[in-house]
């Protein structure tokens, strides 16, 4: 790993998934939340507030920005499903990752995305058309739900990385 910022490596894009890469796809978004409780099991509060990377957000942020991503991504799937490619809304991470609920204990979060992820994954079942478009405004592009499965599915195996490769520098 060279780059700490993307310790599984940049973010594919796809238009559309085989169905093999699909199913890997949605099996990596149904073990998210244990993969991310694991990950962060047994931290103290020291831990939790140690940045992944110099400048970067700290455990418990990731934590946090994890289940405030994978909400957005749950609403943008119901949107694809139920509108003509619909425009979504697009929030500032950063900003996000600095309001008062840093402070909270990563619980809340694990909680959220566990309960989050049986409601994605539900309606993720129900998909018949994965190729159903979005528009994300601030990158100027339209994508698939087929996109969106592959981004998310990155996007936490991403972050649990980022945690577990600071556990293993730090001897944690």
Sequence with gaps: MTDSRYPIGPMPIHLSLTPQEREEALGAIRALPAELRA??????????????????????????????????????????????????????????????????????????????????????????DWAREWTHPAQGRTYTIDTLLGMYAWHGRHHVAHITHLRERQGW
């Design 39 to 128: 990950a962060v099991h047994g931290l103290d509060d020291a831990q939790l507030d140690t940045p992944y990377r110099e400048g970067g957000w700290t455990v418990r942020q990731v934590v946090h920005h994890v289940a405030d991503s994978h909400m957005n991504a749950y609403v943008r799937v119901k949107l694809a499903i139920t509108e003509d490619t619909p425009t979504v809304k697009p929030y500032e991470e950063q900003l996000w990752a600095e309001l008062p609920d840093k402070a909270l204990p990563p619980e809340v979060s694990l909680e959220l995305l566990e309960r989050l992820h049986t409601r994605l994954m539900t309606v993720l079942g129900g998909v018949t």
